[in-house]
């Protein structure tokens, strides 16, 4: 490697689950190397290997890899976390793609345990929907099949062209509430939005617990966004058909914010799949500490928790935030001791196991409802 090169990320892992091999994707970063450390626990326990391949990016910051050994007719799994830098870590996976698909790999597994852009599912204006771009992209580069978890919307999986496992966390964070939360049957589950009431409901029916939804002014759904594009725009005079009038539609007005169902006495718990920007926690959080809940806690699988969400939690009337560990969150929990990690490392583990073997993930989604 020349001296003017800027190694950054990915190396290959190498599945030895039986002699057919396989090859999975592991981070690096210029301050030293970043892991999926439980996720590759687990995979040193069906008999993993780092496979010899190197990503970096050049002086100019073009992303090149270099695949050290043959990958020819082997089924390859590229276990690629999403950190910081969004975007580079999706150039980076859709090279190795392409490398190992033009090294003549048999089958090549994506492992994205959160899947970017997944919130841009929707036209929104004259935006695009960045989410089914990423999927043609991924599907060009070469990826035959792909393994998430919790997708922001289930029907993004109709945008790929390959199959897609969308493995749930709700059992791991059913299970921590269960196990981690004294007095759990006191407590009461929260949509902090409408638009989340699906999961809580799920929730709530699971832990047989009650339901209580915020609604009002303060809540600022994503349908709220995504009524069309506006075209043309509305300060612009059209030449339409004089015998065309369209029916005026009425501007949407929110009531005052409310709580549905009482909270009053009870611990609160407020789940949902994304928690990135946590204005919107914090401002629920609030609500329900004057509606008299006692202790509040949120729960969500993919906790990127951007820009100042850490110090925001910790000044917060948020008791707890548990996470999942699809996201690397490190340096947040350094930040905010309020901030728990839920493992979900063994069901990735065994979904790669799995489809490896060609056995059948039914196992993987029993008892899963349609609203998880």
Known sequence: MSPNVNVRTRLVKRLLVQPAMSVGCLNMTMGGWIIFFPVFYHLRRLGVELGKSVVYQESNSETRVDVKESVRGQDIFIIQTIPRDVNTAIMELLVMAYALKTSCAKNIIGVIPYFPYSKQCKMRKRGSIVCKLLASMLAKAGLTHLITMDLHQ????????????????????????????????????????????????SYAERLRLGLAVIHGEAQHSESDMADGRQSP???????????????????????????????????????????????????????????????????????????????????????????????????????????????????????IRRIHNGESMSYLFRNIAVDD
């Open 154 to 201: 289930k029907e993004i999986q109709g945008f790929f062209t390959f199959p897609v496992d969308n493995l749930r966390a709700s059992p791991y964070l059913i299970q921590y509430i269960q196990e981690e939360i004294p007095d759990y049957r006191n407590a009461i589950i929260v949509a902090k939005s409408p638009s989340a009431a699906k999961r809580a409901q």
């Open 233 to 351: 725009p509305l300060s612009r005079t059209t030449s339409g058909h004089p015998g065309l009038e369209l029916p005026l539609m009425m501007a949407k007005e929110k009531p005052p914010i409310s709580v549905v169902g009482d909270v009053g006495g009870r611990i609160a718990i407020i789940v949902d799949d994304i928690i990135d920007d946590v204005e919107d926690f914090v401002a629920a959080a609030e609500i329900l500490k004057e509606r008299g809940a006692y202790k509040i806690y949120i729960m969500a699988t993919h906790g990127l928790l951007s820009a100042e969400a850490p110090r925001l939690i910790e000044e917060s009337a948020i008791d707890e935030v548990v996470v999942t560990n699809t996201v690397p969150h490190e340096v947040q929990k350094l930040q905010c001791p309020k901030i728990r990690t839920v493992d979900v490392s063994m069901i990735l583990a065994e979904a």
